[in-house]
């Protein structure tokens, strides 16, 4: 891929059992705000890229808490401004979507290169501050997601 990233990616939505979600605002683009994301490197499966992207991007250890992928995938055009980041041609990625439950708020390590703040939210509220669509739906389905594991 010539150090190009790939058009495969995953969604991490770590949340809290009170249904708190965790934000990160980009470094790259201030006032964007988002769950934790990631293209995948050379041949790592889908899980393995989400437990790295979640340790680099929050310094938490995904093995240690709930961690399920979710089996849902979303197609999106990727937004002009990041198409250089891709091979050419290349204008839409593929995003898997996995859930990170915590017991409660945990201290986050940022990576400043990618982020420059976070903040827990009451899973309504992140939706509403997200500023892509796939990332509010993912927030969307979460009570649906804890309740049905709860039956």
């Given amino acids: 891929m010539n150090g190009k990233k790939q058009p495969v990616s995953v969604l991490v939505v770590i949340y809290t059992a009170d249904l708190e979600v965790l934000l990160l605002e980009r470094a790259d683009h201030p006032g964007y705000w988002?769950?934790?994301?990631?293209?995948?490197?050379?041949?790592?499966?889908?899980?393995?890229?989400?437990i790295r992207e979640v340790r680099e991007e929050t310094g938490l250890d995904a093995n240690q808490y709930e961690f399920t992928h979710w089996q849902l995938q979303n197609t999106y055009e990727?937004?002009?401004?990041?198409?250089?980041?891709?091979?050419?041609?290349?204008?839409?990625?593929?995003?898997?979507?996995?859930?990170l439950q915590l017991p409660g708020r945990q201290q986050?390590?940022?990576?400043?290169?990618?982020?420059?703040?976070?903040?827990?939210?009451?899973?309504?509220?992140?939706?509403?501050?997200?500023?892509?669509?796939?990332n509010r739906e993912a927030i969307l389905q979460l009570t649906q997601r804890v309740i049905r594991k709860m039956s």
Avoid: M
């Fill in 108 to 134: 986050i390590q940022l990576s400043p290169r990618e982020h420059l703040s976070y903040q827990w939210l009451h899973w309504q509220d992140s939706a509403q501050k997200v500023f892509s669509p796939s």
């Fill in 78 to 99: 990727i937004y002009s401004h990041w198409r250089h980041r891709y091979p050419e041609g290349i204008t839409q990625n593929t995003e898997h979507v996995f859930g």
């Fill in 34 to 50: 988002q769950s934790v994301t990631g293209s995948r490197e050379g041949v790592e499966s889908l899980r393995d890229t989400a």
